[in-house]
Protein backbone atom coordinates (compact mmCIF):
# COMPACT_ATOMS: atom_id res chain seq x y z
CA UNK A 1 0.00 0.00 0.00
CA UNK A 2 1.21 3.35 -1.16
CA UNK A 3 1.48 5.96 1.45
CA UNK A 4 3.34 8.71 -0.57
CA UNK A 5 4.30 8.53 -4.20
CA UNK A 6 5.61 12.31 -3.67
CA UNK A 7 4.33 13.11 -8.00
CA UNK A 8 2.12 15.97 -7.08
CA UNK A 9 3.95 18.96 -6.29
CA UNK A 10 1.81 19.63 -3.17
CA UNK A 11 2.69 16.17 -1.92
CA UNK A 12 5.11 17.49 1.04
CA UNK A 13 2.29 20.26 2.23
CA UNK A 14 1.38 18.10 5.02
CA UNK A 15 5.13 17.25 6.75
CA UNK A 16 6.43 19.88 8.89
CA UNK A 17 9.66 20.16 10.52
CA UNK A 18 10.16 19.11 14.28
CA UNK A 19 13.63 20.15 15.15
CA UNK A 20 16.28 20.79 18.23
CA UNK A 21 15.40 24.61 18.26
CA UNK A 22 12.79 23.07 20.43
CA UNK A 23 15.34 23.14 23.03
CA UNK A 24 17.68 25.84 21.97
CA UNK A 25 19.22 24.39 19.03
CA UNK A 26 19.61 25.73 15.30
CA UNK A 27 19.27 22.82 13.25
CA UNK A 28 17.00 23.36 10.50
CA UNK A 29 14.75 20.68 8.43
CA UNK A 30 12.11 20.79 5.23
CA UNK A 31 10.47 18.47 2.58
CA UNK A 32 10.53 19.91 -0.81
CA UNK A 33 8.95 18.22 -3.84
CA UNK A 34 10.61 17.86 -6.91
CA UNK A 35 9.41 18.62 -10.51
CA UNK A 36 10.62 15.35 -11.32
CA UNK A 37 8.83 13.44 -9.21
CA UNK A 38 10.53 12.75 -5.35
CA UNK A 39 10.70 14.52 -2.54
CA UNK A 40 13.80 15.80 -0.31
CA UNK A 41 14.06 15.77 3.60
CA UNK A 42 17.01 18.16 3.59
CA UNK A 43 18.29 20.97 5.83
CA UNK A 44 21.36 21.62 8.13
CA UNK A 45 22.35 20.26 11.68
CA UNK A 46 23.80 22.28 14.32
CA UNK A 47 25.54 20.83 17.47
CA UNK A 48 25.16 24.43 18.99
CA UNK A 49 23.16 25.31 21.89
CA UNK A 50 23.15 22.05 22.71
CA UNK A 51 21.26 20.69 19.40
CA UNK A 52 21.93 17.80 17.28
CA UNK A 53 18.91 16.71 15.53
CA UNK A 54 16.02 17.71 12.67
CA UNK A 55 13.18 15.70 11.56
CA UNK A 56 9.69 16.56 9.34
CA UNK A 57 6.64 15.05 10.46
CA UNK A 58 3.24 14.08 8.61
CA UNK A 59 0.52 13.79 10.84
CA UNK A 60 -2.92 11.64 9.31
CA UNK A 61 -6.26 10.38 10.32
CA UNK A 62 -5.51 7.37 11.85
CA UNK A 63 -5.54 4.36 9.20
CA UNK A 64 -5.12 0.31 10.10
CA UNK A 65 -1.84 -1.13 8.98
CA UNK A 66 -1.98 -4.40 11.13
CA UNK A 67 -2.31 -6.19 8.10
CA UNK A 68 1.28 -5.40 6.95
CA UNK A 69 4.71 -6.20 8.14
CA UNK A 70 6.26 -2.91 7.82
CA UNK A 71 7.61 0.14 6.16
CA UNK A 72 9.06 0.92 2.86
CA UNK A 73 11.09 3.48 1.09
CA UNK A 74 12.64 4.12 -1.94
CA UNK A 75 15.46 6.01 -1.58
CA UNK A 76 18.46 7.40 -3.08
CA UNK A 77 21.05 5.25 -3.29
CA UNK A 78 23.99 7.82 -2.19
CA UNK A 79 22.96 8.92 0.70
CA UNK A 80 25.64 9.77 2.82
CA UNK A 81 24.39 10.37 6.61
CA UNK A 82 21.87 7.65 8.88
CA UNK A 83 18.41 8.34 9.38
CA UNK A 84 15.62 7.09 11.40
CA UNK A 85 11.88 6.88 10.76
CA UNK A 86 9.46 7.96 13.42
CA UNK A 87 5.91 6.30 13.91
CA UNK A 88 3.00 7.23 16.36
CA UNK A 89 -0.35 5.88 17.14
CA UNK A 90 -3.04 7.67 18.48
CA UNK A 91 -2.33 6.63 21.92
CA UNK A 92 1.71 8.08 22.24
CA UNK A 93 2.34 10.93 23.83
CA UNK A 94 3.48 14.25 23.17
CA UNK A 95 6.98 13.55 23.28
CA UNK A 96 7.28 9.86 22.67
CA UNK A 97 7.99 7.98 19.33
CA UNK A 98 8.42 4.64 17.91
CA UNK A 99 11.61 4.71 16.11
CA UNK A 100 13.26 2.45 13.96
CA UNK A 101 17.27 3.23 11.86
CA UNK A 102 16.91 3.86 8.29
CA UNK A 103 18.92 0.59 6.77
CA UNK A 104 21.54 1.92 4.52
CA UNK A 105 20.81 1.41 0.69
CA UNK A 106 23.69 -0.71 -0.64
CA UNK A 107 26.10 1.87 -2.72
CA UNK A 108 25.86 1.81 -6.64
CA UNK A 109 29.35 2.76 -8.97
CA UNK A 110 29.01 6.02 -10.24
CA UNK A 111 29.79 7.19 -13.70
CA UNK A 112 32.75 9.35 -13.66
CA UNK A 113 30.52 12.12 -15.49
CA UNK A 114 30.00 15.43 -13.83
CA UNK A 115 25.91 14.85 -14.16
CA UNK A 116 24.51 11.96 -11.02
CA UNK A 117 21.98 9.93 -11.93
CA UNK A 118 19.84 9.05 -9.00
CA UNK A 119 19.60 5.82 -8.33
CA UNK A 120 16.50 4.66 -6.51
CA UNK A 121 16.74 1.82 -4.37
CA UNK A 122 13.80 0.37 -2.06
CA UNK A 123 14.57 -0.37 1.41
CA UNK A 124 11.90 -2.43 3.92
CA UNK A 125 11.86 -1.96 7.81
CA UNK A 126 9.68 -4.26 9.43
CA UNK A 127 7.17 -3.05 12.28
CA UNK A 128 9.29 -5.21 14.58
CA UNK A 129 12.15 -2.88 14.85
CA UNK A 130 10.45 0.37 15.78
CA UNK A 131 10.97 0.59 19.42
CA UNK A 132 9.80 3.08 22.17
CA UNK A 133 11.88 6.40 22.44
CA UNK A 134 11.21 9.57 24.66
CA UNK A 135 13.40 12.19 23.68
CA UNK A 136 15.98 10.27 22.26
CA UNK A 137 16.45 7.77 25.17
CA UNK A 138 14.52 4.13 24.85
CA UNK A 139 11.18 3.29 27.13
CA UNK A 140 9.22 0.76 28.25
CA UNK A 141 5.86 0.97 26.49
CA UNK A 142 3.50 -1.12 24.87
CA UNK A 143 4.02 -1.72 21.31
CA UNK A 144 2.25 0.68 18.76
CA UNK A 145 -1.12 0.41 17.83
CA UNK A 146 -0.99 -0.58 14.27
CA UNK A 147 -4.56 -0.13 13.86
CA UNK A 148 -4.42 3.08 14.72
CA UNK A 149 -1.32 4.77 13.29
CA UNK A 150 -1.66 8.72 12.87
CA UNK A 151 1.89 10.09 12.48
CA UNK A 152 5.12 9.22 10.23
CA UNK A 153 8.02 11.10 10.48
CA UNK A 154 12.11 11.03 9.29
CA UNK A 155 14.87 12.55 11.58
CA UNK A 156 18.83 12.82 11.57
CA UNK A 157 20.54 13.08 14.71
CA UNK A 158 22.96 11.43 16.43
CA UNK A 159 25.63 14.18 16.33
CA UNK A 160 25.85 14.24 12.66
CA UNK A 161 26.72 17.85 12.39
CA UNK A 162 26.31 19.43 8.39
CA UNK A 163 24.15 19.78 5.31
CA UNK A 164 22.22 16.90 4.73
CA UNK A 165 19.67 15.93 1.61
CA UNK A 166 17.67 12.47 1.28
CA UNK A 167 15.67 12.19 -1.94
CA UNK A 168 12.57 9.89 -1.60
CA UNK A 169 10.63 8.85 -4.38
CA UNK A 170 7.64 6.65 -2.34
CA UNK A 171 6.97 5.63 1.18
CA UNK A 172 4.50 2.47 1.59
CA UNK A 173 3.14 -0.53 3.85
CA UNK A 174 4.63 -4.19 2.51
Given at each position: ?????????????????????V????????M???????????????????G????????????????F??I????????????????????????????????????Q?????????????????????????C??????????????L?????????????????????????
Amino acid sequence: MIFCDFKALDAAKPWYGINDTVMGGLSRSKMTVSPLGYAEFSGHVSLANGGGFASVRCEFNPIDVSGFTGIYLELDSEQDKHYKVNLKDVYTPQSTVYQAPMPVPSHQAISASCTRIVNWQRIDIPFSDFQPQCRGKAISRPSIALSQLCSLGLVIGAQQSGDFALKIKEIGYY
